[in-house]
């Protein structure tokens, strides 16, 4: 079996929702679909839940109405027969009617996530349906009968597999198996996602729950960029990454791939293929146990980071002091990208913020803190081991006139990440790519 998932921009209109049908059912092979909503949906889902939040359902209700009339509007362009208008529009209107009741409920978190998941099952209701009308036989799996996160947010994956493979058996014999992307259950059997993005996460985790040959994340570009394509001129696709390369741009910042997408395929050893709806014959990059020796894949840069300093004149000789500093951001549940260290004082990142007070609280009877906002981890990611000396100079080099807070180099073989201001950004991504990639000395 096969797991292709399609973003935003390659469901975004009814036209392409007809082309990405064409390309799923091209070769006849039956396959697994995973679907995102279509592109803007999801933001607009988030401004419903902030007028909500806001306690201004009028604006709300305005906002779902303006959403409702733009999907009718999709309808005579999707569907050629009467019957399959009717019966999709009244769907469709279901939902909206669904919405509209959400927002007489009080506003929680409860609501909130449901009201994020409409995207999807929009989308995906659309396509199955246009799919039927073709004459494909499809089958619409719902993702809230199989997906589900542990208390923690991570995947069940004992329960996913279980129930996915269930639903499978119970309904064999169809070509192409429709299902949502980002939603799931929680622990409490509650709507929940996987975070902006997921729809990524959706298609490594059923890949790896069915033991697919292969997933395909097909996108609005010709896979992995060697550096940010909408701060960088001059960016060109590569081809081939490894798993750990492709995890290490994922989590710093590569929006193409979801943060943590790739470690459900890595721990079953899937390959992972970005591909391009826009231009389907364009290689792509595939994501694989490979390694390219001695070279230098991409650069990605992760926003909203913050900074910590903790000095202390007693960490000079005293063990137990890192300890001390750890367990406080783990009491508050918030993990650390980057750590620095020096003889007298710590320097790490976060990137959730939710608990920075309480955190700083703590630190402040262990040393003197220092907060800097606004910063971004830029990453570089290749082959970066010591025998392959040099790559270290080089990418420091090239930021030379760029203020660096933080390095941090030897944490893995494959990343070398700088913290720079937000501010120095584009410059700094711009000064990387043309020194490593595009030989502008
Ligand atoms: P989808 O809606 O299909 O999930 P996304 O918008 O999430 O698509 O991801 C694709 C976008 O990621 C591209 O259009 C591009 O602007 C952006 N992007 C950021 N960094 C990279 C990169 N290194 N390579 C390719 N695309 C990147
Ligand atoms: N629709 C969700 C989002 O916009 C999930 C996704 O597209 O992957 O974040
Ligand atoms: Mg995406």
Known sequence: MQVYKFGGTSVGTPERMKEVSKLITADGTPKIIVL???????????????????ENSESAAITINHLRNKYRGHIPELYSTKEMQNSTRKLLDNIFLDLHHLCEHRFNEEVEKEILSMGEIMSTNMVTNYLKECGVKTFLLPALDFMKIDKNGEPDMLYIRENITKLLKKNPGYDIYITQGFICRNKDGKVDNLQRGGSDYTATIIGASVQAEEVQIWTDIDGMHNNDPRFVEGTTPVRQLNFEESAELAYFGAKILHPTCIQPARHAGIPVRLKNTMDPAAPGTIINNDMEEGTIKAVAAKDNITAIKIVSSRMLLASGFLSKVFSIFDKFKTSIDMITTS???????????????????????????????????ICVVGDLRSENTGFETIATDALRDVPLRMISYGGSNHNISFLVSMKDKKAALQALQDTLFNEKK
Do not use: F, P
């Open 343 to 377: 003889e007298v004082g710590v320097s790490v990142t976060i990137d959730k913020t939710s608990r920075l007070a309480a955190i700083v609280e703590r630190l402040k009877k262990i040393g003197t803190v220092q907060v800097d906002t606004d910063m971004c981890i």
């Open 36 to 54: 995102s909503a279509m592109s803007g949906t999801t933001n607009n889902l988030v401004e419903i839940a902030d007028y909500l939040r806001k």
